[in-house]
């Protein structure tokens, strides 16, 4: 009886072990944006790192959709030899000012597709390039929903939200943090700055001259008033 209680509470801890040990291994295989971080406003490049999941099966489409509520006026592919990229636009609910100009659709989804003899295979993975702007300035963070479609007919769905506070889903939807530029506040404030400091130096430089003035003057003044006293010396001796 000793023994069987043993074994089963041997058999509880490694099964206890084994689910702490899953929970603490980091997921490497997700569908990512790199670099994943990017300020708001300007133009930025970035790519879409798919790797390949499967052991038996590889990667030979690539969908990635791109959000329409933050939408984007210039979205362009980097050529990938043996895939062909194709932007599919979607009208918007509001037109997109860009540069002076109305822009009333923007780039809604792009597909890649292996041409024959190209793949994604097991134990590989590929950088799919864009350049993206102008990055809003209304939000910190893009999601990329994305579908990853295998030559066995599987399709992984990477189109999950994360939330704060609750635990990475398992299917993570790309997503790219945008932080703020330095605006032309702080450009201000340090030409603001700049002035201070050039006028403190040249308030500074006069007041140093001013005083090495004084300086000079009250050296030949007390050597005339010592020459003086000098001769008012002379003339008592000469006189007694």
């Known amino acids: 009886m000793r023994s069987l209680s043993a074994r089963r509470s041997l058999g509880a801890l490694v099964v206890a072990a ?3 040990l899953a929970s603490a291994v980091p997921a490497f295989a997700h569908v990512t944006v790199q670099p994943g971080s990017v300020q708001q406003g300007g133009y930025s490049a970035v790519a879409f790192r798919v790797p ?3 052991d038996t ?3 030979v489409k690539v969908e990635v959709n791109l959000p329409l509520d933050h939408p984007m006026a210039s979205v362009r592919t980097q050529p990938i030899p043996g895939w062909t990229a194709v932007l599919e636009k979607s009208k918007l609910d509001k037109p997109l000012d860009s540069h002076g100009q109305q822009i009333t659709e923007a780039v809604s989804k792009i597909t890649w597709t292996a041409n024959d003899g190209t793949k994604i295979g097991p134990g590989q993975y ?3 390039a864009v350049s993206l702007g102008a990055l809003p300035t209304d939000t910190d963070t893009l999601v990329f929903k994305a579908l ?3 030559d066995n007919g599987d399709v992984v769905r990477w ?3 994360a939330k704060d506070g609750q635990p990475e889903p398992s299917k993570p939807a790309p997503a790219l943090k945008l932080t703020k530029a330095a605006g032309a506040t702080a ?3 340090h030409s603001t700055d ?3 400091t050039q006028q403190a130096a040249a308030a500074a430089k006069s007041s140093d001259s001013t005083a090495r003035t004084l300086g000079v003057v009250g050296i030949v003044v007390g050597v005339i008033g010592a020459a003086l006293g000098a001769a008012g010396l002379r003339r008592r001796s000469a006189q007694s």
Request: net charge negative.
């Open 18 to 20: 084994g689910a702490l």
């Open 52 to 54: 390949n999941e499967s």
């Open 57 to 59: 099966a590889s990667t």
């Open 126 to 128: 590929q950088d799919f």
């Open 148 to 150: 990853q479609t295998y």
């Open 159 to 161: 189109i999950e939200e």
């Open 187 to 189: 450009a201000d404030q």
């Open 194 to 196: 700049s002035a201070g």
